[in-house]
């Protein structure tokens, strides 16, 4: 069975940029994964941030962006601010309508 | 704006089921997939069960197919979760959650996630 893999922990300073992948242990993740993004903060449900690689929903802030970056989904966050420290999850699409979450993301901003 | 409330979860003895009922509001509710998500107490997500518009076209995740039972009622604008024979390792917040995508046809059982609810709180 595929896992989808991201990086445990990441540490940016505000105002500045970082980039979140999320891979697939069956390969190149494309555009065929329909990769989204999630953002969750402690206590609350996630919030979808990114579908399909790289849409935002409107309430999704202009500083978060997806794209797709060697082989994994990406998600860019330039201009970092405090509210954006969060866990953050991404979710790929297999054949056979199978659905799978990285195990997310731990964002601290400092 | 829409909506999502989840109720039915609770403390269950191994073995036992509960059945997790999701009220949905401001949308046309059958022409969307529904989803359950679930969170163990500090663990990651993962995606449970999905259901399409019109009822007849299932998903569940390996770990609990044979023991939930997913369905859903267009005329209440509910999507439900039986959840039996469960186990320790069932202990998680369960979120309802709509797909993304307006499917007329009602027959597509994923698309994407959307909006999430609260979430409901099962301890086995």
């Known amino acids: 069975q595929a896992v989808v893999t991201q990086e445990p922990s990441l540490t940016v300073s505000p105002g500045g940029t970082v980039t979140l992948t999320c891979g697939s242990s069956t390969g190149d993740v494309t555009s065929g994964h329909y990769p989204y993004w999630f953002q969750q903060k402690p206590g609350l449900a996630p919030r979808t941030l990114i579908y399909?690689?790289?849409n935002k929903h409107f309430w999704t802030p202009a500083r978060f962006s997806g794209s797709l970056l060697g082989g994994k989904a990406a998600l860019t966050l330039s201009g970092a601010q405090p509210e954006d420290e969060a866990e953050y999850y991404c979710?790929?699409?297999?054949?056979?309508?199978?659905?799978?979450f990285g195990g997310g993301t731990k964002l601290t901003v400092l | 704006d829409v909506q999502l409330v989840e109720s039915g979860g609770g403390l269950v003895q191994p073995g036992g089921s509960l059945r997790l009922s999701c009220e949905a509001s401001?949308?046309?509710?059958?022409?969307?997939?529904m989803h359950w998500v679930r969170q163990a107490p500090g663990k990651g997500l993962q995606y449970v069960s999905g259901i399409s518009g019109n009822g007849r076209n299932i998903y569940y995740a390996d770990s609990v197919r044979g023991r939930f039972i997913i369905s859903r009622d267009n005329s209440k604008n509910t999507v439900f979760l039986q959840v039996s024979s469960l186990r320790p390792g069932d202990t998680a917040l369960y979120y309802c959650v709509k797909d993304d995508y307006h499917d007329s046809s009602g027959q597509s059982y994923y698309n994407g996630l959307d909006v999430w609810g609260q979430g409901t709180s099962v301890t086995v």
């Open positions: 399909h690689t790289n």
């Open positions: 401001d949308f046309i509710f059958s022409a969307y997939a």
């Open positions: 979710l790929l699409s297999y054949p056979e309508g199978r659905v799978l």
